[in-house]
Every structure is written in structure tokens, then in C-alpha cells.
């Protein structure tokens, strides 16, 4: 894996962000940075992560991501709002 990328604490500024929460919480980061970070954080973790296992993160996560984070991975990623799994939870807004 690459090394970690630096996301400012704008984006984590509830927690202290550590090498170990990049390594085991994984889908937190990545709808945390989908929620909250720039578009250059995005780009990181997708870099980090890897593209398919990011878009495979988002897709299968049971929280409830925001509409501009779904948005954003449906642009990145070319997927439709269905292909999301917390949109069984609620439509789109």
C-alpha cells in the first residue's frame, strides 16, 4: 500500500486520525472523506485504497451516505443511485 496520505484535520476534526484506523477502518475513512474532504482527499484515498475497492466500499456501505457524497462516487465512478446499497434504506432527495 502506498503511504498514508495526509487529509487535514478540517475533515477528521473529531478524531485523532491514526496509520491504524487508515488500515482497519477503512469504509469509516472513506465515507468519512466522501462526507467531508476535498476533492484532493478523495483523490488520496482512492489512491490509497485502490479505485474498485473504494467503489466496492461505497457501494455495499449500510450508512447512510449523504446525497453529495453519492453524487461525487456516482461521478467518479459511473454508477447509477441504485447500485448504492443505503439507497434501499431512503430515495434520493
Same mark, same amino acid.
Given at each position: 500500500?502506498?503511504? %498514508?496520505?495526509? %487529509?487535514?484535520k478540517?475533515?477528521?476534526? !473529531? =478524531?485523532? %486520525? #491514526?496509520e491504524?484506523? $487508515? ?5 469509516? =475513512?472513506?465515507?468519512? =472523506? $466522501?462526507?467531508?474532504?476535498? @476533492?484532493?482527499? =478523495? *483523490? @488520496? ?6 479505485? !474498485? $475497492?473504494?467503489?466496492?466500499? @461505497? ?12 453524487? @461525487?462516487?456516482?461521478?467518479i $465512478?459511473?454508477l447509477n443511485? %441504485?447500485?448504492?446499497k *443505503? #439507497?434501499?434504506?431512503?430515495?434520493f432527495?
Open positions: 500500500m502506498p503511504a %498514508i496520505p495526509h %487529509i487535514s478540517r475533515t477528521f476534526w !473529531d =478524531v485523532d %486520525i #491514526s491504524n484506523d $487508515f488500515k482497519n477502518s477503512y469504509e469509516w =475513512v472513506i465515507t468519512r =472523506v $466522501f462526507d467531508r474532504g476535498t @476533492l484532493d482527499e =478523495v *483523490c @488520496l484515498v482512492i489512491n490509497y485504497y485502490g479505485f !474498485d $475497492f473504494v467503489k466496492r466500499v @461505497l457501494q455495499t456501505t449500510t450508512d447512510n451516505l449523504p446525497n453529495h457524497s453519492i453524487l @461525487l462516487a456516482r461521478a $465512478f459511473k443511485y %441504485i447500485d448504492f *443505503c #439507497s434501499e434504506k431512503r430515495p432527495q
